[in-house]
């Protein structure tokens, strides 16, 4: 199973993003083909939370309830938040990762399904050798192994 970081979400809803073409791609053939798929709930808030801010809390709202209605897009909720919230500083300390970035690899390696990060970040090369890491680009897609 794949876990789809915000910003791949984000690009496909955004035509002006420079990546729309390909986040876009990826997120149709999510739908259409109905690919397993995991998001956090953070990754929600995230995507919410922009296009609220660049558009407006309307399209904001229905589109994150178009996303948990979706029957193939698992959201992870962490059980035990102290615990994940640890495991996440100790991520962001030992790898030098962003705090928003390792709540997505901590949220992604925390369900046993997942095998693989979609994202347009690059960040994510420092957890390459935990799981396997597709960087999307316009210009094609790049496989961290």
Excluded: W
């Amino acid at each position: 199973m794949r876990y789809i970081d915000s910003s791949v979400f984000i690009g496909a809803f955004l035509p002006t993003d420079p990546n729309h073409k390909v986040c876009r791609s990826v997120i149709d053939t999510i739908i259409h083909d109905r690919h397993p798929t995991a998001i956090s709930v953070f990754g929600l808030a995230e995507i919410g939370d922009f296009i609220t801010r660049n558009i407006s809390e309307k399209v904001g709202l229905k589109h994150v309830t178009t996303l948990q209605r979706m029957e193939n897009l698992q959201i992870y909720y962490a059980e035990d938040f102290e615990t994940f919230m640890n495991s996440v500083l100790a991520v962001s300390v030992s790898t030098g990762l962003p705090g928003s970035d390792a709540i997505h690899f901590v949220s992604a390696i925390s369900l046993p399904e997942v095998n693989e990060i979609i994202t347009l970040d690059h960040h994510f090369k420092r957890v390459e050798d935990q799981i396997k890491v597709t960087i999307l680009s316009e210009g094609g897609v790049r496989n961290e192994d």
